[in-house]
Each structure stands twice: as C-alpha cells, then as structure tokens.
C-alpha cells in the first residue's frame, strides 16, 4: 500500500505561530475554508502524521479523494503566506509589482503600469537582480509603441543599449552560477581522488581574476559566485590559505552591501560559517572569536535563521575550545547554552540536522576532555539517536561508533565495553572496506578485552 504524502504535514509544522494564526484569519474570510481550517488544526497537533486518524476524524464527510483534500488546503496555506510575506522580502514585492504590472497592462493603463515599473527597476537594480532588471527594460521596449509612453528614437536607441548591457550582466552571472556549482560538485565528489584534468576547466577563471573582477559587467551576484568558485577550487586542493582569502573576499563583498544582509540573512550566515571553518583548519582561533560575535550581532525576524545563528555561533565556539583544550570554557558555555535554549524557546528542529549533531559531538568533545566519560557516553548515545544520521554525517557516526568503544574502556565497564566493541565491529565490517587505523584498534580491543576476560 502506498505511503501517504507528509508533504501538507511538513508545512503546517515548518509555519511559526504567527504565521498559522496569519492562516486561520486569512481562511476565515471565506466560509468555504471552515473545513480547511478545523483539518489544518487537526495536523497541527499530531506529534507525527497520521492519516488514517485524520478521515476517521471526518467520518462523516465521506472522502471520494481525500489527496485532493489535502491539494486544496496546501495550495491555500502558500497563498495565504504569500500574502503574509508580500511585504517581507524584496523578490516578493517585486513579484507583486509584476503582477500590477500585466493587470494594468490588460486594462490598457499603460501610463499606470509605467509608473508601477519605474519603482521596480529601482528596486531590482539597488539589489542587483539583474533578472528582474532585464525582464522590465524588456517590457519597456515593448511599450514604446503605445502613445502613453513614446519616446524618441536616441531614448529607445539608450535604453535598447542598456537592455542589451543588463542582458550580458546577466549571462556573466549565469557563468559564474554555473562554474560555482561544478566547483561545489568537485569539492565534494573528489576530495581524494581530485584529477589534475578535471581542475584544468577552472584554471582561465582562476588566473585570470584580477581581470574578470574589473569587467564592468561583473554585478554584485557575479562576483559573489565567482568568489564562492575560487572558495571551492582551493577546497579541493587543500589550498586553505588560498581558500580563506576568498572566503573573506564573500564576507567583505556582503558586508559592504549592508542592504544584501537583510535580504539575504541566510548568505552572510554561511559566509561567516564557511570562513570560520578555514580558520579552525588554519588554527587562526583569534580571528574565529571575532567573527563569531559578527553571528551573534545579526537579528532576524525568522526562528529558523534565529536558529541557525545560534547553533552556528556556539558551535563555533565550542569547537575553538575543543581544539585549544579549554574544556572549562567549554562546559560554561554549554551551561549558557541550554538557559538560552530554555528562555529563548530555541528549538533544535528548526535547524538542518548536521548542525545538531555537530552541537552534540562537540559536547562529547567536552565532556570527554573534562574525564566526565558517564556524559560522554550519554552524548554519543544522543549522537546515534539522531534519525538517519548515517546518512548526514557519515563520518562522526563512524568516529562515535569507536569513540563508543574507548569511552566504555575509561569507564572500566567490562559488559559496556562488549556491546560497543561488537556494535562498532559489525558496522565498520558490513558498511564498507575497513580502514587499517580501524582494523587495526578494533585487534587491539579485541585483544585488550581477552587479556580482561583471562584475568577474570
């Protein structure tokens, strides 16, 4: 039997309290919406989706197609938040200008829809979003023929060049999308088997930069893109020095865009991230702290980026301390860590998960180094608790799985420390080929344990 869809689910538990009180008044003005309201109440409080109790529930609608249902209130939930949001982001005032635009166009207020336009090609153009600039220098060319907006032939002549200009900004951005995404690709996909071929295609783009920097077509977006390029090139050759020039080049470029950082709060986050990183690589811990007040300092409205910057920033903060042993600090700030959480309302689900189990590892980390091993071992157990954690964090799961094994040995508990030897010894033998650093501690282990046992 087919999987019900948690599609509908997934969005009314991703809507904050403001947002789904934003619905119900919004669903309230039509009568028609009563249902929709009282089903979206009903999968507000389930705990986890459950649909069987939900027809149960309204029985006595007699459901033909209940997925049609459920089409209809999600359609009505995102057109509702696109009426919550109009006024939130400028890609949504500038869909909502679009939008007056072609009404008025069909009215033929061409005077009106010029006027509409004019706004918008400010806006587009103070964000750089070339996409939306060319789209509008399009529409004025193609209204220069309606008596309510002639122009004279060096006016249509100016703005054809301008359109044409805009056009190639936005091909240059394009490029630079496009070239970020391979690079990405690569860092990710061959980080140990990296190809001397395969880093050739971006050798024009990286010795030439100096060059393409100056190109009066590189908008705010190109260069961002094409700074993020370089980030992922010197990635994959471990070039971190390189690697972190770049990351700043992405956080100066932001920063001297103060307007970009409301808009896209999201993107400063990472680059703050992406250059802390390089940092930690680069052990240069003075210049992490200083960044990571930069976190704390940004305000947002939204609870998943709220979020975010706060699982972020400590950990950060929390992995400065693990590599410079100053557990101390670290068992302060994790003290500090769960007040917020707790006056704050902060929930760690409103993050991607990789995020939490990195908090938790680092917590590990912490305990670990303190000798407090009973917290230790709790906090691997949250680690492997976390749904589908093989599969976002490879790698701590399978360092935790050992690390399992070495925490069970401090706490001189013979029985803990079978179950974590077999459990470590049945993933590392069936996941994969084992490593020689793995085979060659689980033989010591083994042989740690029956030397236990003979002494028993």
């Known amino acids: 039997m087919k999987t019900p869809s948690s599609e509908l689910y997934d969005l009314v538990k991703s809507l904050n309290q403001s947002e789904k009180r934003y619905f119900k008044l919004y669903a309230s003005f039509n009568k028609e919406s009563t249902f929709y309201v009282k089903l979206f109440d009903v999968i507000k409080k389930q705990e986890e989706y459950d649909e069987g109790i939900i027809t149960k529930l309204f029985k006595e609608r007699k459901f033909i197609n209940f997925s049609v249902i459920k089409s ?12 919550y949001h109009s006024s939130s982001s400028v890609e949504y005032k500038l869909n909502e200008m679009f939008l007056n635009a072609v009404f008025l166009h069909k009215k033929g207020l061409h005077a009106q829809q010029k006027k509409i336009l004019d706004k918008a090609n400010k806006i587009a153009a103070h964000y750089d979003m070339s996409w939306y600039v060319v789209n509008i220098l399009g529409k004025y060319l193609w209204l220069s023929d309606y008596p309510s907006f002639q122009k004279s032939k060096e006016e249509i002549e100016t703005l054809y060049k301008q359109f044409l ?14 070239s970020a995404y391979q690079a990405y690709s690569l860092s990710k996909k061959h980080r140990e088997n990296r190809g001397t071929v395969i880093l050739n295609q971006f050798h024009p783009l990286i010795y030439n930069i100096k060059k393409i920097e100056k190109n009066p077509a590189m908008s705010y977006w190109s260069l961002y893109f094409l700074y993020a390029t370089c980030c992922f090139y010197y990635s994959t050759c471990h070039n971190h020095t390189k690697e972190m020039k770049y990351c700043q080049k992405i956080l100066s ?7 970009q950082i409301k808009e896209n709060t999201d993107l400063y986050v990472v680059a703050l991230n992406n250059l802390n990183n390089v940092m ?8 992490i702290l200083i960044n990571i007040q930069k976190l704390r300092n940004i305000k947002s409205t939204s609870k998943r980026i709220a979020s975010r ?12 301390y693990v590599l410079t042993k100053q557990y101390e600090k670290g ?33 590990f980390n912490i305990y670990f180094g303190l000798k407090n091993y009973s917290k230790a071992f709790k906090s691997l157990n949250l680690i492997f608790n976390v749904k589908d954690i093989e599969t976002i964090r490879p790698d701590i799961y399978c360092i935790s799985k050992i690390l399992s094994v070495v925490v069970s040995y401090k706490m001189n508990d013979i029985e803990l420390l079978e179950n974590t030897y077999k459990s470590a010894l049945n993933y590392l033998t069936t996941r994969r080929k084992m490593k020689k650093f793995e085979s060659i501690f689980l033989n ?11 002494a028993f």
């Open 72 to 83: 209809n209130l999600y359609d009505l939930i995102l057109k509702s938040m696109r009426s």
């Open 309 to 320: 910057i706060f699982f972020s920033a400590n950990n950060l903060e929390l992995s400065t």
């Open 331 to 363: 068992q302060l700030l994790l003290d500090k860590i769960r007040k917020e959480q707790s006056i704050n309302n902060i929930d760690p689900n409103a993050i991607d998960r990789k995020y939490q189990i990195a908090f938790i590892f680092h917590q």
């Open 280 to 287: 930690i690589r680069l052990k240069k811990f003075d210049g």
């Open 444 to 454: 010591f282990v083994k042989n740690l344990f029956e030397a236990v046992l003979i």
């Open 253 to 259: 470029l932001i920063e001297k865009n103060q307007h």
């Open 165 to 178: 200009f805009e056009i190639e900004k936005h091909n240059e951005l394009h490029k630079y999308i496009l």
